[in-house]
Structure formats: C-alpha cells, structure tokens
C-alpha cells in the first residue's frame, strides 16, 4: 500500500512518525513537517537497520493543512526485494493513524533511491 493523499489528526495532540525496514536493509530516509505559513521543518536524516523503529514525536499544535514528506534510500543486497513500513499515529486517539509501506526491489549493487519526495496532507 502505497502512502495515503491525507491522514486525518487531532492537531491538538502529539503526534508521532515512525519508520521501520521489514526486510533486512539499512535505510537512510529524511523526514520533513510543515505548519500552514512556515518553513519546512527538518527531522532526520537518520539511518536504521535494527528491526527497531525510530520515532519521532512533533508536539502541537499541528494545525490543518500542515504536511508531512519524506524521502528513503535503501541498501541491500543486490537485487532484493525490501520494504519499509511508515505510520502517523496518535497516542492516546482512537482512530488517528495511517500505516502505509514502500516496497521494491535493489539494482545490481544493491541500492535503490526514491526519485521524489513523497508528501501528504495532515488534516
């Protein structure tokens, strides 16, 4: 499943990103957040290949029609199939969260590299 248009939130509630790798890979991603009228905020780059997640926690306020984008590179073996699982959640919400993944296969030297920066709207 590719990523959602929108993700509706509560902009008044913390509210966390998350990204792990389900297949053996190391992944580099850049994640990006943007309140109505201000800059991009930057969090990331970071890199993970622990089968842990890493989290990120924006406090609010997060109003409507703030964005969030991100951006993945993945290495691995050569031409392996991997996936990455990205989540927008709430905690302490029900029904605010969005789970949503990447997948796709490594070139011959075991790399792949999104060629845009995906962005939704936080609602």
């Known amino acids: 499943m590719s990523a959602p248009a929108s993700v509706s939130i509560n902009g008044t509630l913390p509210t966390e990103f ?12 850049k994640f990006w957040l943007r309140r109505p009228n201000e800059d991009w ?4 780059p970071e890199v ?5 997640a890493d989290r990120w926690v924006i406090l ?3 109003p409507q029609g ?26 302490g919400a029900d029904g605010n969260a969005a789970t949503w993944t990447e997948s796709g ?8 590299t999104m ?4 962005q939704l709207e936080l609602d």
Do not use: M, N
């Open 18 to 29: 998350s990204i792990r790798e389900e297949t053996p890979v190391k992944v580099v991603y």
């Open 41 to 44: 905020l930057t969090f990331g």
């Open 48 to 52: 993970t290949d622990d089968d842990i």
């Open 60 to 62: 609010p306020p997060l």
């Open 66 to 91: 703030s964005q969030f984008a991100y951006w993945l590179a993945v290495a691995g073996h050569p031409h392996a199939t991997w996936r990455v699982r990205l989540t927008i959640r709430q905690p």
């Open 105 to 112: 296969t490594t070139g011959a030297g075991g790399e792949f």
């Open 115 to 118: 060629p845009e920066t995906v």
